[in-house]
């Protein structure tokens, strides 16, 4: 991780993108069940952090890339 200049909540974001869009896209998982898999004390605080990453809502995500099935 030094050499590479990440730090681990770097990491640990870029794998909590991941598997939201993962989960997101291709199960039927509720956000709550989501948040809870990822780590997050809250789904609030999931919602906020999603949010920031693609930035809309993880409902808004899911139904946007359902729409495009």
Known sequence: MQQQNTSYQQLLDKARKELASKYLTSTNYSI???SFLLGFANTAGFC???KRWFECSPTDFRLRVSAHS
Request: hydrophobic letters at 50%.
């Open 32 to 34: 709550t069940e989501i």
């Open 48 to 50: 906020r952090v999603f």
